[in-house]
């Protein structure tokens, strides 16, 4: 008998489903009707965000902490230029996400019709591919594709533009759903002639230093990576995103490198004669000064994109490779214990000299104490997720990570809005671990509306807002670098947070004072179901040390 005619929006979900996505986050509206009458029988599960941006952010989240893509889908037009954001922001942290958007009928397009927006030509740049579907028999292999771009190679978001008229045209489902993309082969393998040239560097290095970033994360490669640096006895930095792989209490751990590392890690990095940078791009936060960076080191790169080597810092070992497999030939190699005692003495010296530090206020909270203490409440073990700004930087220097995926932050593009929503996408995703969120109060109040998906959905998160009353990082550099001129950087009038929580039946707590500080948030998290937890900060702490842009790495505001 032949096959049942589908028509475009059944086929669609049907192939999610071989593709085993187990949520969808969305906002549904005219344009994308069909699918959402086809997800009406629970095919799929899928969360109604408060907002398309809440949507991308909550499949970031969910991507972060699980390494398996975020699915979205949205309307059309506004719907659809609501998650650019997201979309941006995956680009820049290597996340994969595939994006259905809603589109016009395919004979409205390029007319102006209502809720119309060219959202292939929005997305170009910041997406790895993205596509729109012209017949509904191209559906399964335009979804197969796009599951298959989005998580080979260096990973990233794909866009879905679909127009109406394809979801309810029907055909018969494809049998021939083969990717075969010529033109995309992305090379995993390393150059044995590199890594042996890289090797023999490491054997005669007397001062090397391993960087380690989210690539090591995004090729499962922790495990070989923990291997290869306590084989060769390597001190480690890692960038933001590569926080966790190796645990911060583990004796070869320098710290975060880079704007706001670490006294040990930074100078490590000046000082060098070898650098091994495994899964990191060199951004511009980590290599404060390009022209300046590892002076006297050679340099290796292992980066599964192409493009990124020697992109910002010159190379002199390029490899492009997945790290896990240049890892596991690394490992390989028979070679002498790199003579490098006095060096690693040093470094670890560094770090027992300079760690971080702040000063304790009998009259005001400080905001680093606040979370070494949800750190310890916590024993380092929950999945942190933060917003953008102060409080991600302290949250970064001192809540102890301890495994890979741990840290859901918004890296490269650094945007604000983005905490709230990613937790909610790290708890749907592991639903049985104990999820936080720092939040400053400028990112509460663009996406705090998500708090509403957190009751109907049964998610305990306890939400740590950092009151500082601003804008704290622009209102750090306005007192630095501009004469303390605050401008538009301090909220003069705010809402009552613990109000808004507890209008979407979240429990609420306000810690005012320093005085019994960890019992206060002792008793908050020790409460059923999610909460805010508001703590009123210190709003003139900086975040120390601080590199100021453009200087080099060794040139550190603020280190004792």
């Not at 040239?197 to 090591?216: H, T």
């Not at 960038?239 to 490590?268: D, R």
């Not at 192409?306 to 028979?334: H, S």
């Not at 760690?355 to 979370?371: D, F, R």
Request: proline share 6%.
């Amino acid at each position: 008998m032949p096959e049942a005619k589908q028509n475009g929006a059944e086929i669609l979900i049907d192939t999610l489903i071989k593709q085993n996505v187990e949520m969808i986050f969305g906002y549904p509206g005219g344009a994308v009707l069909p699918l959402y009458d086809t997800l009406y029988d629970e095919k799929i599960p899928n969360i109604l965000t408060r907002h398309e941006q809440g949507a991308v952010h909550a499949a970031e989240g969910y991507a972060k902490a699980t390494g398996k893509p975020g699915v979205v889908l949205v309307t059309s037009g506004p719907g659809a230029t609501n998650v650019v954001t997201g979309i941006a922001d995956a680009m820049s942290d290597s996340l994969p996400l595939v994006v259905i958007t809603g589109q016009v009928g395919t004979p409205g397009i390029g007319k102006d019709a209502f809720q119309e927006a060219d959202i292939l030509g929005i997305t170009l740049p910041i997406t790895k591919h993205n596509y729109q579907v012209r017949k509904v028999e191209d559906i399964p292999r335009i979804v197969n594709e796009a599951f298959h771009v989005a998580t080979t190679g260096r990973k990233g978001p794909v866009v879905i533009d679909l127009p109406k008229d394809m979801t309810v045209a029907k055909c018969d489902p494809s049998k021939d759903n083969v990717v075969f993309l010529e033109s995309y082969q992305p090379n995993t393998q390393p150059s044995k002639l590199q890594l042996t040239r890289l090797m023999n560097q490491l054997e005669k290095a007397k001062k090397p230093v391993v960087l380690v970033g989210a690539g090591v994360t995004a090729a499962e490669a922790q495990a070989e990576f923990l291997q290869f640096v306590e084989k060769y006895q390597l001190p480690t930095v890692a960038t933001l995103l590569g926080l966790g792989i190796l645990p911060s209490k583990h004796e070869l751990f320098l710290g975060m490198g880079g704007m706001h590392g670490t006294y040990a890690a930074n100078m490590a990095l000046m000082e060098a004669d070898l650098l091994i940078n495994i899964g990191s791009r060199f951004d511009d936060r980590l290599a404060t000064s390009a022209e300046n960076f590892a002076p006297h080191a050679k340099i290796a790169q292992v980066n599964i994109d192409p493009g990124e080597i020697g992109k910002v810092i010159a190379v002199d070992i390029p490899i492009v490779a997945d790290a896990k497999e240049a890892l596991k030939e690394m490992l390989t190699y028979e070679m002498n214990q790199p003579k490098q005692e006095a060096w690693l003495e040093k470094t670890l010296a560094n770090k027992i000299a300079h760690p971080y530090h702040y000063q304790l206020s009998q009259t005001s909270i400080k905001p680093q104490q606040v979370i070494e203490l949800v750190g310890e409440i916590t024993n380092g073990q929950a999945y942190v997720a933060t917003d953008v700004g102060q409080h991600q930087m302290w949250t970064a220097q001192f809540y102890p990570f301890n495994f890979p995926r741990q840290l859901i932050t918004s890296g490269g593009l650094g945007t604000m809005g983005y905490g709230i929503p990613a937790g909610i996408g790290a708890k749907i995703a592991h639903p049985e671990k104990e999820v936080i969120v720092f939040v400053g109060d400028g990112g509460f109040q663009m996406t705090n509306q998500e708090m509403a998906i957190l009751v109907e959905n049964n998610l305990s998160i306890k939400f740590v807002l950092l009151n500082n009353r601003s804008l704290g990082m622009v209102r750090q550099w306005q007192e630095r670098f501009f004469n303390e001129r605050r401008s538009r950087s301090e909220f003069t009038h705010q809402p009552n947070f613990c109000k808004i929580a507890e209008a979407y039946d979240l429990a609420s707590f306000k810690i005012t004072e320093p005085e019994n500080l960890m019992e206060q948030l002792q008793e908050a998290f020790s409460c059923e179901g999610p909460a805010l937890i508001e703590v009123l900060v210190d709003n003139r702490e900086h975040v120390l040390p601080m590199v100021p842009a453009g200087q080099p790495n060794d040139q550190m505001l603020g280190v004792e």
